[in-house]
């Protein structure tokens, strides 16, 4: 599969957030917990999510990940145990969209790492994932993922 990778500018959202370190065969489980509580705590303040959901990557090394999983939101929320709010934050971002089974994710983020450095720009650390689209209703052929790295 081959990617379209562009540079654009994004600005800052607010986001209702769960941060948690989970195993990569775990990852799901832990995905759909923390969007589902993420929604509940919306709808006792009758507000919902203003975008699809989101995971940022602090740390993936294949033993366990550092994520951030949200909804972006309108406004700030009262923390609570294990949720904040947050930012996904703005600015120059190099981009590519990944359509099909979550398994050919690994091949999207490898075109976008090398199309970076290729076309000279450095990157900050975290990792940017946005799912349009939700695995449970939808078939894995039409699943859509855009990733995207901050440019520095």
Not at 51 to 79: H, K, L, T
């Amino acid at each position: 599969m081959s990617y379209k990778c562009e540079v654009s500018f994004r600005y800052i959202q607010l986001a209702l957030t769960v941060r948690t370190t989970t195993r990569l065969q775990d990852l799901p489980k832990v995905m759909e917990k923390s969007l589902r509580e993420i929604k509940e705590h919306l709808a006792k303040f009758e507000e919902e999510p203003t975008g699809p959901p989101f995971a940022a990557y602090y740390d993936m090394n294949m033993e366990s990940f550092e994520v951030e999983i949200g909804f972006p939101v309108s406004r700030a929320f009262a923390e609570t145990d294990n949720m904040k709010t947050s930012v996904i934050p703005g600015g120059k971002i190099a981009s590519c969209t990944h359509t099909g089974p979550y398994l050919g994710i690994p091949k999207a983020y490898q075109f976008l790492s090398n199309w970076v450095k290729e076309n000279g720009y450095e990157t900050k650390e975290v990792v940017y994932e946005i799912y349009f689209n939700d695995p449970a209703v939808t078939p894995p052929q039409e699943l859509t993922i855009q990733i995207f790295l901050l440019l520095k």
